[in-house]
């Protein structure tokens, strides 16, 4: 038997004991746990239940973990040839895609159209690493600090650390040392940080000079500063465990993580009990498990993705049909949040650097189809520090939807938008190239969702006081 059987065991007996009351005075007063003797089939389902509960509570806690070791390692791993719209780089190097994102560009789905991004994962277990960058001459760009947490942690860039040059010290854990003159220091608290950034581009620019300032980027250990051929040698991370098809595996992944990633103080009482089901610091043990926990386990990992799908609901609230969810750059305690974020928003920021609207049915609540026309109405363009932009985006591939006029959002970057004397305005969605096609964005024959961005957002848009467009349906 093992500890935590014991354990059950001896408790359940006790409860039995303190119980032993006459029926006359219990009859009025049923009381389940009082019932229930320790017995061999209680105990297993003790322990399963046991199993399940920390099972769901370890796979909503530790999903962005695993979430961001697999990235960091799949966005290492450059492909060849290197398509234009990618940003992969080796480890310690940083990505620019050099072109805009394309139908035909599938590293990232619902990408923008307005930005070139970044990528770089940085490993700063040794030392700090040294991230430069240019003068922008006021050209919007941001470079997110993520920690294996999925935890932003540092905004570099217009709108916190403006465009002028500027050097800054990303440094892990337990590091003691001094920085050069004139280097911001930013911690981050576990030994990797994923760098992921967006640099705006204008319609018709010379795409030779964005690509040179794109150079002038430059990360460097601190032990290469001032080295003027100092070249990035190769290096790679750790594989994670092969699980195959495990249907444990996400637990062997979350303990191969934990080897690298301290546990936050705050965090430490709930993770040691997972040691119950095998899982430490030390990584996941599945022999420890008896046959109860493990089918606790097998339940738990089937059912602990539908928690992170249900914080959405608290996390987000519906504007004018239009799903606004908040918060993603701020967690504490919301595990499930942080979860859900680590999915399907990753590399998301907080709503005063970005906003990002998003819906799936027009105003009378049918789903977004090619088989009808929309007008989107604006009663002026979104108040912004920035700029911002409408996409239309395929509901089965989440990719831009490809068009014979290659106008793949509307927005800031658009010319001559057609407006009417208050500033109103209005975008007609359709497969199909309207009479009036000067306020056109193409839609796909089939479904589609919509995500209206905006970058650097007045307090109106946060404060919903600035109403976000209506999508009605028209006749054709």
């Known amino acids: 038997m093992t500890s935590l059987s014991k354990r059950i065991t001896m408790s359940l007996a006790a409860a039995v004991l303190c119980s032993v009351i006459p029926a006359s005075q219990a009859k009025d007063w049923p009381d389940p746990l009082l019932e229930t003797a320790g017995t061999p089939e209680n105990v297993a389902k003790g322990n399963e239940f046991d199993a399940y509960q920390l099972g769901l509570s370890a796979y909503v806690w530790g999903y962005p973990l695993v979430r961001m070791e697999r990235v960091a390692r799949e966005y290492i791993e450059v492909p060849n040839p290197k398509p234009s719209t990618s940003y992969r780089a080796p480890l310690n190097q940083i990505g620019w895609a050099r072109d805009l994102a394309t139908p035909s560009a599938l590293d990232m789905p619902t990408a923008n159209n307005d930005t070139t991004y970044l990528s ?9 690493y040294i991230l430069s960058v240019p003068d922008t001459g006021g050209r919007y760009y941001v470079v997110d600090t993520f920690n294996m947490w999925q935890e932003l942690e540092h905004y570099i860039g217009r709108r916190v650390t403006g465009t002028k040059a500027g050097r800054f010290a990303l440094v892990g854990p337990g590091w003691k040392g001094k920085l050069p003159a004139g280097v ?29 300032l794109q150079d002038t980027f430059d990360l460097r250990p601190l032990s290469a500063v001032g080295k003027k051929d100092w070249k990035a040698p190769a290096a790679s991370l750790a594989p994670l465990p092969d699980i195959g098809t495990d249907p444990l595996g996400f637990y062997k992944h979350l303990g191969a993580a934990l080897k690298d990633n301290p546990i936050r103080i705050e965090d430490k009482a709930l993770a040691e009990q997972f040691a119950r089901i095998g899982l430490t610091e030390k990584g996941f043990d599945p022999s420890r498990l008896n046959e109860s926990q493990r089918k606790g386990l097998m339940r738990a990992i089937n059912d602990a993705p539908m928690i992170p799908v249900s914080a959405v609901a608290q996390a987000s609230e519906v504007r004018q049909g239009w799903n606004y ?25 907080g709503e005063k650097e970005a906003v990002y609207p998003i819906r799936y049915t027009d105003q009378a609540g049918q789903p977004l189809d090619g088989a009808n026309d929309y007008v989107v109405r604006f009663s002026g363009e979104p108040p912004n520090d920035a700029f911002w932009s409408l996409t ?84 054709k």
């Not at 911001?184 to 040179?212: N, Q, Y």
């Not at 975008?427 to 009036?436: F, H, I, L, W």
């Open 120 to 128: 770089a994962v940085v490993d700063l277990s040794r030392e700090p």
């Open 184 to 212: 911001k220091r930013l911690d981050i608290k576990t030994s990797k940080v994923w760098l992921w950034g967006r640099m705006r581009v204008s319609p018709g620019e010379d795409m030779k000079k964005l690509h040179a």
């Open 325 to 349: 969810v908040r918060g993603l750059d701020s967690f504490g305690y919301d595990y499930p949040l942080r979860a859900v974020v680590a999915g399907p928003y990753l590399g998301g920021q």
């Open 392 to 475: 239309i985006y395929d509901a089965k591939t989440k990719m831009l939807i490809d068009n014979p006029i290659s106008r793949y959002k509307f927005g800031s970057d658009t010319q001559d938008i057609h407006k009417n004397a208050d500033g109103s305005f209005s975008v007609t969605v359709s497969p199909r190239r309207p009479a009036e096609s000067v306020n056109w964005l193409p839609s796909p024959s089939g479904g589609f969702y919509a995500m209206l961005r905006i970058y650097q957002p007045k307090d109106a848009i946060i404060s919903g006081a600035w109403k976000l467009p209506a999508m009605e349906r028209v006749s």
